[in-house]
């Protein structure tokens, strides 16, 4: 059992910066990736970010060049760092862990982001 607990999030202005935590409990050593999924109202849960056990990112087309993630191993959380916010940004954004062996997603609760125009 994995268990995910985000922090951050919150109403912010077009134009600014959020940054949204998650720190993962249980059994945190079967965790392989690691990442972040938003869904805006009427749409489907969509992929933000996520960062291989190599550290390697991916992100979606839409928040490259603004948003970073980042992985820290020893702490075992993943933060998401949103800069040049935009209106359509707007989503509640969850944690996500991906157990391989046997394979299983976690999520965590969700954390609302807002973003004013």
């Known amino acids: 059992q994995v268990r995910l607990e985000e922090s951050g999030g919150g109403l912010v202005q077009a134009g600014g910066s959020l940054r949204l935590s998650c720190a993962a409990s249980g059994s945190i050593f079967s965790i392989n990736v690691m990442g972040w999924y938003r869904q805006a109202p009427g749409k489907q849960r969509e992929l933000v970010a996520a960062v291989t056990p190599g550290n390697m990112p991916n992100y979606a087309d839409s928040v490259k060049g603004r948003f970073t993630i980042s992985r820290d191993y020893a702490k075992n959380t993943v933060s998401l760092q949103m800069n040049s916010l935009k209106p359509a940004d707007t989503a509640v954004y969850y944690c996500?862990?991906?157990?391989?062996?046997?394979?299983?997603?976690?999520w965590g609760q969700g954390t609302q982001v807002t973003v004013s125009s």
């Open positions: 996500n862990a991906v157990v391989l062996h046997p394979f299983y997603d976690y």
